[in-house]
């Protein structure tokens, strides 16, 4: 009797919660928290995705250190201190600093500080390997063994394929051991006195730009207030969004960020396309480089795809099938190019990517059910979050074409108003507390009765000319029916919101569509939240994530765990998640500059401030962000009003 085969089993990606990761795309470090490299697991320093260094163990006079602290120092690099004890000295007391400083291009200064009061004689002895393996490769748990290593000028040279990995040193060493590895020094240090060695790593081809070559298109804006982890939270998210900046291949100028490292370390059509958006404030310049990099894309000719910017398959979680990326990128590009007009974005640009928002409307005109509502995939179900984002890309798509002086703006805005009768009538689901959106309508109809996170997409209207915010899917008594949802335990966990509700069949608080706490979703929230007047639940939201940045060294994964925030309690790391990401980057941005409400009309020449009311954190100072491609600087007071410090000459306060 034949037995059925079982399904291979997915490999299980190597846990990254507890690792330190300096990144400057597309060069990474990853170490434990100790800093020695041991050539286990994921650790390591990689450029374009491959492994050039695995192992990096320092001993001292014979010693393994003892690692004190491990530290990030910017996005780019973190020390490690550590001590060790000579036994030149009497009593328990280390007597020799050691502190190495790593850089994401594998630059180290391994400095060695002696405490003694004596001079001492210490070899120092580094253990160094690689496998050239691929990160792909490496999380898929197939990384290859150690290849031999070469004497190679004052270091070690690994090689396989056509490919080569090169580390030297500075001073050079005494000895060079390939058989072993090993590159060894003695040093005299007298009383006092410290010595360093620099290592440098290199490959022989990249296929992408060496870190710090990408043109940086982000202000270097500055946030501060009565609560000093605004400044923190604030400076953390501006540098991780620049060290995830990789250039188009096929334009060099063009740059777009990564989607997170270490696993999405590229371009991810939705993901870079929605951090663009929430770090307008920093300039319109990614964001005119992402959609030109998704322009390119896009799909030619008359098929039934024609219009559409393709993009993988994502998972959504038990409950309904994976979505199409595309589907989400292609209804976002209008809106981005919408939103960065009125931000400033040069009107000649606008008109050399209005060409590609309009194919992209046109494929949402023939994508639409006979029923009006989007699937995704079709066939397939039709997603609450998905008619939130069909909704928004037609008003701001008929906003951008009545900018433009293009026709077909009222066919949008028709479609926009039948699309909230159907989606009033069908997607709300009556109940003696107020009801909820449906998370879903299957393709018979049947709505999937779940309450989640993606609901928060209800909130996110869009901003359209004059400073107006676009009009919601839901009208106002049931916008703050989702208010009250959205803000009640069930889905606000204290740490952020829920990807679904903790009362749901199947809720997880580890799992990404499940119950995790997506910052995405939660930023998403907050800020249509208090754009919609709903200051308390926006403010609880924003309190939590901001309580959430601290734990995490203001780096915030792209999830957490949702467990319910209680006395005492810290946000479980997720193994798996992403550290930086874009989304989560520029989610600290989004939430912290929401609070000023700042709503240009760059073409108008107008900008208006609509504060959170309550100011939940206090007075707060925002300095060199950019509208109309000019710094603006805005203060927010204890009382919650707004006041213009800094603007283009030309620019008026609107109402």
Not at 84 to 90: L, N, Y
Request: aromatic share 4%; charged share 20%; net charge neutral.
């Amino acid at each position: 009797m034949a037995h059925p085969v079982p399904p291979a089993r997915r490999p299980e990606l190597p846990p990254v919660h507890g690792a330190v990761i300096c990144l400057a795309a597309p060069c990474l470090a990853i170490s434990p928290e100790h800093g020695q490299l041991t050539g286990r697991g994921i650790d390591g320093v990689y450029r374009a995705g491959l492994r050039i260094l695995s192992r990096c163990v320092l001993r001292v006079g014979g010693r393994d250190p003892v690692a004190v602290q491990g530290r990030s120092l910017g996005a780019d690099r973190a020390a490690f201190t550590a001590t060790v004890r000579t036994g030149s000295e009497a009593g328990p007391d280390p007597d020799i600093g050691v502190e190495r400083v790593r850089h994401a291009d594998g630059t180290e200064r391994i400095t060695l500080r002696s405490y003694a009061t004596r001079s001492v004689r210490l070899p120092v002895e580094l253990a160094l390997g690689t496998d050239l393996a691929e990160l792909a490769a490496i999380a898929a748990g197939r990384a290859g063994p150690e290849l031999p290593a070469a004497v190679h000028a004052a270091g070690l040279r690994w090689s396989t394929g056509g490919t080569q990995a090169v580390i030297t040193a500075e001073p050079a060493p005494d000895d060079a051991l390939a058989s072993s590895g090993l590159l060894r020094w003695q040093l005299e240090l007298g009383p006092g006195e410290a010595r360093t060695i620099e290592l440098r790593t290199g490959r022989d081809r990249t296929a992408r730009a060496s870190a710090g070559q990408v043109a940086n298109p982000l202000a270097g804006a500055r946030a501060e207030g009565d609560d000093p982890r605004v400044e923190a939270w604030f400076r953390t998210s501006v540098e991780d969004l620049g060290a995830l900046l990789l250039r188009d291949p096929e334009q060099p100028g063009d740059a777009f960020v990564a989607a997170g490292a270490p696993w999405r370390l590229g371009l991810a059509q939705a993901e870079s396309l929605w951090a663009a958006r929430m770090a307008l404030p920093l300039g319109t310049g990614l964001a005119a480089a992402t959609l030109r990099v998704l322009a390119r894309s896009q799909v030619e000719g008359h098929g039934p795809g024609a219009g559409m910017i393709p993009g993988p398959l994502r998972g959504a979680g038990p409950q309904l099938p994976p979505g199409c990326t595309g589907t989400e990128a292609t209804l976002a590009f209008p809106v981005v190019l919408a939103e960065a007009r009125l931000w400033g974005l040069p009107e000649e640009e606008v008109a050399r990517l209005l060409p590609t928002a309009e194919r992209c409307l046109e494929w949402l005109r023939g994508a639409l059910g006979e029923d009006g509502f989007l699937a995704d995939p079709d066939p397939g179900p039709r997603r609450c979050e998905t008619q939130a984002h069909v909704h928004r890309a037609a008003l701001l798509g008929a906003d951008l074409l009545t900018g433009c002086g293009r026709p077909g703006a009222e066919e949008w805005r028709d479609r926009a108003a039948r699309l909230r009768e159907r989606f009033r009538a069908e997607f709300w689901i009556d109940g003696p507390d107020g009801g909820r959106p449906a998370a879903a309508l299957h393709p018979d109809g049947r709505p999937l009765p779940r309450l989640t996170g993606a609901a928060a997409h209800l909130l996110d209207t869009g901003l359209l000319s004059g400073g107006r915010a676009a009009p919601g899917l839901l009208d106002r008594t049931r916008t703050e029916q989702l208010a009250r949802l959205l803000g009640a335990p069930a889905m606000d966990s204290g740490w952020g919101l829920r990807s679904m509700a903790s009362r749901e069949p199947g809720h997880n608080p580890f799992g990404h569509r499940s119950g995790a706490v997506r910052v995405h979703e939660s930023v998403v929230a907050l800020s249509g939240l208090a754009q919609a007047g709903f200051e308390k639940e926006a403010a609880g939201l924003l309190r939590g994530l901001l309580d959430a940045a601290e734990t995490f060294g203001y780096r915030l994964p792209e999830m957490y765990a949702a467990e319910q925030r209680t006395t005492g309690s810290a946000p479980l790391p997720h193994p798996a998640a992403c550290r930086p990401a874009a989304v989560a980057a520029a989610g600290g941005v989004h939430a912290l500059v929401a609070l000023a409400g700042i709503r240009p009309d760059a073409p108008a020449g107008t900008v208006a401030l609509h504060p959170l009311p309550g100011a939940p954190l206090g007075s707060l100072r925002f300095s060199g962000l950019r509208v109309s491609e000019q710094p603006f600087g805005v203060r927010v007071s204890r009382l919650g009003l707004g006041m213009v410090e800094e603007a283009a000459d030309a620019l008026q306060l609107g109402g």
